[in-house]
Nanobody
Framework: QVQLVESGGGLVQAGGSLRLSCAASGLTFTSYAMGWFRQTPGKEREFVAAISRGGISTYYADSVKGRFAISRDNAKNTVYLQMNSLKPEDTAVYYC????????????????WGQGTQVTVSS
């Protein structure tokens, strides 16, 4: 069965950095575009970043552009989210998602989801 397992979340001070990882199994990783989303209580799941199957094309929400970077290592079946210059408003549960063939910015387009990892940014 398909599994996406996020790791790397934690508590960090504003201005700091964190690197999230998402390890995928049970799927042909190179057939899937990957995305990161985040969610806070009372809000719908928000697009953060996405990357194409080969890692050539990347997409970012305006709120994280220039601060976050998505990447993937297809040899390791892993997608990463490097988060720099973190702000308290980045606090959320971050979810990894996989979408067959094409990247997307809408959560309901994705086929598979991880369980999420908490990121907390203190002021």
């Amino acid at each position: 069965q398909v599994q996406l397992v996020e790791s790397g979340g934690g508590l960090v001070q504003a201005g700091g950095s964190l690197r999230l990882s998402c390890a995928a199994s049970g799927l042909t990783f190179t057939s899937y575009a990957m995305g990161w989303f985040r969610q806070t209580p009372g809000k719908e799941r928000e697009f953060v970043a996405a990357i194409s199957r080969g890692g050539i094309s990347t997409y970012y929400a305006d709120s994280v552009k220039g601060r976050f970077a998505i990447s993937r290592d297809n040899a390791k079946n892993t997608v990463y989210l490097q988060m720099n210059s973190l702000k308290p408003e980045d606090t959320a549960v971050y979810y990894c998602a996989a979408n067959l063939n094409l990247p997307a910015v809408t959560a309901n387009r994705y086929d598979h989801w991880g369980q999420g990892t908490q990121v907390t940014v203190s002021s």
